[in-house]
């Protein structure tokens, strides 16, 4: 069985940093694609970045938060991380980190297959 869960979501300032975690376990994390989602009130869950199987040499963003956040990985110790700078209040949201059976970098719910539980990240003005 394949569990995902993150770590790491609070409270904090506009301006603020703060780092995800996410932990896979039940497969092999190093030949995963992996991503980072979120979703803020009202709002649909949308995709963030998404990072490469292997060494995680491909990554891909959305413009909203290009060169904000950098996703990495760490095959060691089957974890994923969501580094996030200069925090707004518009990326309140809960943040969900999922794993996918394709083989290249996948950017739509529908791509994968496994997910987290989710955690909150709150930005305030």
């Known amino acids: 069985q394949v569990q995902l869960v993150e770590s790491g979501g609070r409270s904090v300032l506009a301006g603020d940093s703060l780092r995800l975690s996410c932990t896979v376990s039940?497969?092999?994390?190093?030949?995963?694609?992996l991503g980072w989602f979120r979703r803020s009130p009202g709002n649909e869950r949308e995709f963030i970045t998404a990072i490469s199987r292997g060494d995680g040499g491909s990554r891909i963003y959305v413009d909203s938060v290009k060169d904000r956040f950098t996703i990495s990985r760490n095959n060691a110790n089957n974890t994923m991380y969501l580094q996030m700078t200069n925090l707004k209040p518009e990326d309140t949201a809960v943040y969900y980190c999922?794993?996918?059976?394709?083989?290249?970098?996948?950017?739509?719910?529908?791509?994968?297959?496994?997910w987290g539980q989710g955690t909150q990240v709150t930005v305030s003005s």
């Open positions: 999922a794993a996918t059976r394709k083989t290249s970098l996948a950017t739509r719910n529908q791509d994968y297959d496994y």
């Open positions: 039940g497969r092999t994390f190093s030949t995963s694609v």
